[in-house]
């Protein structure tokens, strides 16, 4: 049996690398795809709350599909059915099979599980923005658009922060399901790691320390980012 | 002289705005794709396929159940000492517990399967010598102990938020009127904690149904497991929009009787005028 210091170093012996790999990976999977997930959930919001009734339904059924599935069953829905899909639609011109990457349908996947959740985080925090906000607003002679950019959406972020923070910890955690479409992947490189040296409670064990600290550097940043936005609230 | 005063837009539009267009718009998407869903499964409706993959999905489905329930059941024994244990004023009791939380809560549920259940392999000798081999051999065993232990962790936070969020002057009144610590706990704390906490119990409740679909990983065959063999054999992708449809149908029903069960336990609580 290999030494456990070998093995968990930097090099060719070791794993070090591959792991610190499959970290950004990781990272880069969360980060692109919270724009995504704050966009749509933004907009889902903005359905939710809207007089239109038609468009209230619409945004519901979105949110009770995606919340109501398992995030593995959508990642495959994403992975295999965007595949067919896109394999009906190309052998109309070429004969080459197109691949999906699974980086792109697990960004697709957990942006729309995120939007879903964050759209229910939206709509609370614009119930807790008083109407007169907007009635100055409008007596200022601001836009619509104007109204939303400097009114409403400081206040939103604010009243947001929490539960959008408890999100991203959630995504974070959720891109490990990822690696079972073969996305390289902290979890999956520790996967590679455990099944060639045999030592499976070690590099698991060192996957689970790396959601850790990840998800504790994001605690720190989401304190600081907290921090940031009161900025503008007096001092009690 | 008179002014004239601009007013804000009269609240409901008629005509066709833009939010009626997307809001017609999005609806007939989803209209539209309701109704090629159930044209594509009376198209690919195949006798042989339900014959032969229907029994599996109901197996799959009881599986899933099976696991739930265990780990919601053991989750809930473990959470009481590990909620006690963060509220104790001794610093190691609180800080082991702590960590116990912080670990469950902030590492994926699939990461700490794998850890259990191929972890278990660096640990044969030790396993078999402690005679728990054929224990963690299984991998539904070892499924519901990472669930149980996950969901413990859960469990433990929502409790504990719960019994901190009854009053102080709860406890106080009860301790004046001469009640010991125990009654006061299971007759004035703990039914007013559990009311607090039934929404988060209900929802921790289906994040286990939802998360219980990565025991398939570990070749666990419930309903996820069941599904991706029936894919990998027929590649058929109907399988995946029945697993869709069984897992959306599991939970939503259980939102609902739990918003009646909830409705029901708070009755007191609401006023007449409500």
């Known amino acids: ?236 | 002289m008179t002014v004239d005063v601009e007013r804000p837009p009269a609240t409901a539009r008629r005509g066709w705005t833009g939010s009626r267009i997307t809001g017609y718009a999005s609806l007939g998407l989803w209209i539209a794709f309701g109704f090629s869903l159930v044209w594509y499964v009376i198209v690919s409706f195949d006798i042989a396929f339900m014959t032969k993959y229907g029994p599996r999905f109901l197996s799959g489905f009881l599986v899933t159940a099976q696991l739930v329930v265990i780990s919601i059941v053991i989750g809930a024994a473990i959470s009481v000492p590990i909620a006690f244990g963060r509220m104790s004023r001794n610093r190691i009791i609180g800080g082991l517990s702590f960590a116990y939380v912080y670990f469950f809560r902030g590492t994926p549920l699939l990461a700490q399967t794998f850890l259990v259940y191929y972890g278990a392999g660096s640990f044969v000798a030790e396993l078999k010598a402690a005679g728990l081999w054929w224990f963690f051999r299984d991998p539904f065993n070892c499924a519901v102990f990472t669930f149980s232990l996950n969901t413990s962790a859960y469990q433990a936070e929502i409790l504990r938020g719960a019994i901190l969020n009854v009053g102080r002057g709860q406890t106080e009144a009860a301790a004046a009127l001469g009640m010991k610590p125990f009654p006061i706990f299971w007759k004035v704390v703990l039914p007013q904690a559990l009311i607090v906490s039934l929404r988060p119990y209900g929802n921790e409740i289906i994040l286990m149904i939802k998360g219980s679909a990565i025991a398939s990983i570990v070749t666990v065959f419930d309903l996820m497991g069941e599904t991706r063999r029936a894919f990998s054999r027929t590649f058929d992708f109907q399988t995946y929009l029945w697993a869709a449809v069984l897992y959306l149908m599991t939970v939503e029903t259980l939102r609902r009787i739990w918003d009646r069960l909830e409705a029901r336990l708070t009755r007191h609580l609401r006023r007449e005028s409500d």
């Open chain 1, 1 to 236: 049996m290999a030494d456990i210091w070998t093995l968990v170093s930097f090099g060719p012996e070791g794993w070090s690398d591959e792991i610190a790999a499959g970290t950004v990976v990781t990272v880069s999977l969360a980060l692109a795809t919270l724009p995504l997930g704050l966009l749509i959930g933004f907009f889902l919001a903005l359905a939710k709350k809207s007089e239109e009734a038609t468009l209230r339904i619409a945004a519901n059924i979105y949110t009770t599909i995606f919340r109501g599935m398992p995030e593995l069953l959508t990642l495959f829905i994403v992975y295999f059915g965007v595949q067919i899909l896109l394999r009906e639609i190309s052998a109309l011109f070429t004969d080459e099979p197109i691949e999906i990457n699974s980086f792109l349908a697990g960004m697709i996947a957990l942006g729309v599980v995120f939007s879903s959740y964050a759209s229910e985080v939206f709509l609370s925090a614009f119930r807790g923005i008083n109407q007169g906000q907007y009635e100055g607003a409008w007596a200022l002679g601001l836009s619509r658009f104007s109204t939303m950019r400097l009114v409403i959406l400081p206040q939103l972020i604010r009243l947001a922060l929490p539960g959008l923070s408890n999100l991203w910890l959630i995504l974070l955690k959720d891109t490990a399901l990822v690696s079972v479409i073969g996305l390289s992947d902290v979890l999956r490189q520790s996967g590679i790691a455990a099944r060639v040296t045999k030592e499976a409670f070690l590099f698991f064990g060192i996957a689970c320390l790396i959601y850790l600290t990840l998800s504790i550097i994001s605690s720190l940043g989401i304190t600081w980012i907290e921090a940031w936005s009161k900025r503008g609230e007096a001092r009690r």
